[in-house]
């Protein structure tokens, strides 16, 4: 329409070059002349607020003159089946805080894990924030497809961005076009279950189509070789070493290191065993490692994934250790020395290259965990690696987390507290009793600023601990301190705690 092409040149010229009042068609005039009286155009600031005004009119009748879009597509069928039976009011009502309270969310995956066990549905109006939930959070997408049930499924299907969040675990091998017309996090799954029926099928399944596979793709499925890893799949992953995806072959050297035959293995061991000498010491003379590392890189290295350039602030010669050592399970050097986890990591005190050898095993128990290296890794080096407490199995963890409370001194209360962070399980009664009994402890003492400020982890703890001791924490732990953060936390360990109890209840009682 003419009089927004005028509207338009107006506002770039400015409106004091306006000469004459703006003309419209139809109905529109009649409203375009109470701002233009006796046809012309006013002066002063009357000028732009007329032509502010026109604006903001043609606006609102353009908008209110156009016509919705006509549908000329085909309707999805209607979706037909039966549904599972509803969550109870008291489930639902717990959903619907989980959704709107931030406090509560962190432990929303805990909820839903225990949900999809008591075989019911979510109301079909949480079925969208559900959906938006799985598309921030990739880990608890399982929990919801099986909870949005059949509707959800299907009104995720209709949705582009939703379709690809659903990751269905029931019966997923019978349906191919999962497989080949999937969401990656779909293929992935996919793949998955069928290493774990037929692993061999599985890598002939992937190797059908790698070479079409973009580089992220590649490499998530590849890390789906870690079920049921086995020799059959040597030949693949030795391929994967000359990928052009610097990801990918990183990935293929961990799995080829987990398997102790493979030509990778023991190329990476023959070499290490030249570079590293172990001498056992007698009455007076103590066991002793000696590093020797060759002047120049090889290029032959590079098939092994070993690079020659290190990253800035790291020397060439640690980076070749490092990178060949990380690809060992720790435990060949347990074998190969016959020395307990303890006393081989005892060879590194004071050794000029025990920062290099620290840091490449603590990244091979990463890639090939082991309980007893972990524990022992953590003792004399660093409690607060929460990488390695995930490498040590719940019983375990509690066990040395037990002993450091234990033992600690008062002075060393806060940051004992501290580490219980990184053991992310449901913790036992007996465990969670202790932990109830040491924060009462570290609330009575005197503490320090920084102690005071180390309390931020205090609320987190709620997540892991036994909902049984709700009580015993209502009991012990005093709603009041005199330091307001130390206040907050307690209010937030028992608020979390109670829910948790209220929640599982109102599960178990569908």
Known sequence: MQIWQDLIKYSLIGSERQTAPLSADGDLQAYINQLYPNNTV??????????????????????????????????????????LPLLSPLCISHLQRFLNDSELKAILPEWLALATTVKR??????????????????????????LIDKRGQWLAAQHSDWQKLLVQTDAILDDVSIWEEGSPAQREEYLRQYRQQDATKACELLQAVWKQEPAATRQSLLSVFSVNLSSEDEAFLTACLEDRSKGVRQLAATLLGSLPDSAFSQRQKQRLNTWLRFEKGGLLKKNKLIVELPETWDKSWLIDGIEEKPP???????????????????????????????????????????????????????????????????????INQVELWRVIP??????????????????????????????QHAWSVEFSQQVINAIHRYTQQ???????????????????????????????????????QITRALNKIQY???????????????
Not at 121 to 146: C, D, H, Y
Not at 320 to 349: C, R
């Open 42 to 83: 006013p002066t002063g600031e009357a000028r732009e607020q007329a032509l502010l005004s026109a604006a903001a009119l043609v606006t609102q009748y353009r908008l209110a003159g156009q016509q919705a879009a006509t549908f000329s597509g085909t309707l999805p069928t209607a979706d037909e089946a039966e549904p």
């Open 121 to 146: 549905r979510v109301p079909f109006a949480l079925i969208p924030p559900l959906l938006e939930l799985a598309a921030q959070n990739r880990s608890v997408r399982p929990a919801i497809t099986a």
């Open 312 to 382: 800035q602030g790291k020397g060439e010669k640690a980076w070749w250790l490092e990178q060949a050592l990380s690809t060992v399970p720790p435990a060949y050097w347990s074998e190969q020395w016959q020395l307990s986890p303890d006393d081989s990591l005892a060879l590194l005190a004071k050794h000029e290259w025990r920062k290099t050898i620290q840091d490449a095993w603590k990244q091979a128990l990463q890639n090939y965990p082991d309980a007893a290296w972990a524990e022992t890794f953590l003792v004399r080096f660093d």
């Open 394 to 423: 719940p019983a375990q963890a509690e066990r040395l987390a037990s002993q450091l409370l234990t033992t600690a001194e008062e002075k060393t209360h806060s940051t004992v507290l501290s580490i219980l962070i990184h053991i």
């Open 446 to 484: 005197k503490l320090t600023p920084s102690e005071v400020y180390a309390c931020y982890y205090l609320g987190e703890l709620a997540r892991y601990l036994d909902p049984e001791c709700c009580d015993l924490l209502a009991k012990n732990i005093p709603s009041e301190h005199q330091y307001d």
């Open 496 to 510: 979390t705690l109670s829910f948790r109890r209220d929640m599982s209840n109102a599960l178990a009682n569908q």
